[in-house]
């Protein structure tokens, strides 16, 4: 678990793309956000408070998170200096970079000294167990989609957000960096080895109230050729009873691969659905989540009002028209 | 690539079941096999020649291969001395057990000074890339079951032994330890990271000639909830032309799930066949094998015969009645 509050660290972050990390926690978790702190030439800029290490210790700050995109690839030494600065100060430090913490001897060495934790969330912190398959207790949702990032994780998020405002009782479930930051805790499950796949999304979403819902991240697509493994062992670890779907009309190709073109949400809605109800009978498609940012208002509308009235469940771009219709279908379940 | 021919190293195993792993390189690759290695005590035999460690270095033997497996899941000391003098004596040693060869200090050191490889073959070898879902030139079959181990790796070596016997071109290609021993090498996909397996699929599986095939060792199966996204990274990354599908129709249950049946042999075709068109639309289900060493000879053929009139394609148990059907069968693909 890694502690809140946090300072959002964004380096020397040539725009506020590269800090998209960080963005994804003022957007979702913005009390977990205590300040930002921004190095020489930094151009990004969250439009948050400026603080150094020792006002946000001040402040209360327990970890340091690294919220952007490096140059290079690399943990410069320049940042290095900043990271080493917080873990002297009694802070942790969080990073969501291919490029490791735990492989720099300095920062290591600099953290065990201080007595403090490195979260790298792209490794798997726990040994996962084999998937069991048994029936749980509680409720669970998971966002599929047509392609890889049309939206699932944001899906999860803002049906999670709706609900806890309705005063229903549930969790997002992190499975992706950028989840598990904004959470705080999840499984980065495109790291863990093959075999214990669907063990770790059991593991996440474990026994719980029988009106308690678990909202899953996504990952991937049962229709992505690189990545399809993973998303098939959502479906089969997740157990859920409703599955929605997730979808951007005017991508031209699957991303990353330029020969293959999207299924149409009906195969994506026959697919997911068989493979769901082989761990879980009673599971339903209970919506339709669009990613309408490339169209405009007037062709949105048109587009879902289209799509609810051809497949028959409510479809929503929730950040056009918010996540109430989804929740509330997922009542019907 | 382990070099053949290999010293079969049984232990101390106390039955020929222990020494499984061993009897798959018998049964399929008896050539690479010169001789065995057993212990004081120990209860398996092969029925191939004795040898000791200097007996196999004066027979040209390259690799001693741990083909048991050992009590209690450790490497123990006894064992230790004997994979020594064999590293001492110029040969690498090869391993499929769960617990590693490089995680005992005492073999590595031995490796080292004779300048020897140590493989444990349930560990990916190399850095496999993210698939990318080109179309690759040659011809690929693919083993898919109703469960795991219903005979997918059994079907697999029976049909390119069968292969080979007419002249045809053909390469097994291994995805699990039993089949990597047996070929000598491949790739242990359920040990590789999520994101990779199906990149290394790709990896395993490479452009060929348009009339070479490559039988692809499956796992799981779609139906499993514990090991789904492996099989699934198989049919996306290894992009096959024919699908096998296999079953063993006496089991009472999914192995090792007991709340989970068998789905049918229609429903595995179904799934199967709309996952493997998505990355090649021309796959088609050329055959079906079926495991009967439950069965008597009558209802084997009984239960085959009818199987084949009610699908409308060969139907054939490889064991009883030889691969031949089953590679005519790829000639219609």
Redesign the interface.
Known sequence: MIQAPYLLFLGDAPDNLAAKMAQGIIDWRPEAAAGQYRMEGCKANLGIKDMTIQEAVAAGVKTLVVGVVNRGGIISQGWKTVLIEALEAGLDVACGLHNQLRDEPDLVEAAEKAGRSLFDVRVPPVQYP??????RTGKRCLAVGTDCSVGKMYTALAMHREMEKRGMKATFRATGQCGILIEGNGVP???????F???AVEYLTPNNDADHWDLIEGQGS??H?????????L???GQPDALILCHEPTRPH?R??P??TL?SLEDLRD?AL??AQ??NPACKVAGISVNTQHMSEADALAYLADLEARMGIPAVDPFRQGAGRLVEALACI
Chains 1, 2 share one sequence.
């Open positions: 084999v998937a069991n398959g048994k029936k499950l495109d790291a863990v080895v093959a075999d796949m669907a063990g049962l229709f050729a690189s990545y399809s493994g993973v998303t098939m062992a479906v089969h670890g699957m990353g691969l020969d293959y299924p697919v068989r493979l082989v761990v």
